[in-house]
């Protein structure tokens, strides 16, 4: 999935898949996470936020199914 660069001190970059409702954020630490059945809006918000890290927690952490990418790895959408 292409990710866009992020300035922020929590979120080093993400990437949206419509076709699959998925987000994937890689953080600042340089882990890697997929975040699924994330509605577009939400997406649109977090490239929007003044603090895309507070938005991030407030919104996105503990509300969708994740799932952590291992280094490397590349799953399929």
Same mark, same amino acid.
Do not use: K, Q
């Given at each position: 999935?292409e $990710? /866009?660069?992020?300035d922020?001190?929590v979120?080093a =970059? @993400?990437? !949206? #898949?419509a @076709?699959v409702q +998925? %987000?994937e954020? /890689?953080?600042?630490?340089? /882990?890697? !996470? $997929?975040y699924? %059945?994330?509605? $577009?809006r939400?997406? $649109?918000e %977090?490239? #929007?936020a003044d =603090?895309a890290g @507070?938005y991030?927690?407030?919104?996105v952490? #503990?509300r969708y199914?994740e /799932?952590w990418m291992?280094?490397? &790895? +590349?799953? &399929?959408?």
């Open positions: 999935m $990710r /866009e660069a992020f922020s001190s979120i =970059s @993400a990437g !949206y #898949d @076709a +998925t %987000l954020v /890689e953080f600042a630490s340089g /882990e890697i !996470y $997929r699924r %059945l994330v509605p $577009r939400v997406w $649109r %977090l490239r #929007d =603090s @507070a991030f927690n407030a919104v952490r #503990d199914p /799932e291992p280094h490397g &790895a +590349t799953p &399929a959408s």
